[in-house]
């Protein structure tokens, strides 16, 4: 199993590639710019791959200081990244 970051994973090919390593029982934390969103593609992708070990992180990356935030909170929760999309 493998911790792995996925960015801008609320839609698209990084929704789809963070079911299809949820599925494959990796522990995930996901990244989307808006809280609703993230949080029910977390409640999404966690139904379907039966995989609870997914959490997520927001940030608007236009503002660098919401980066940096989203840096410390990961630096604060995440113990190792494997894995960065």
Known sequence: MKTILITGSTDGIGKLTALKLAKEGHK???H???EDKLNTVINEIQEAS???NIKGFVADFSDI???KQMV???KNEVEKLDIII
């Open 72 to 74: 410390e909170n990961i």
């Open 32 to 34: 989307g710019r808006s």
């Open 50 to 52: 039966n995989n609870k």
């Open 28 to 30: 995930l934390f996901l």
């Open 65 to 67: 200081n919401a980066v």
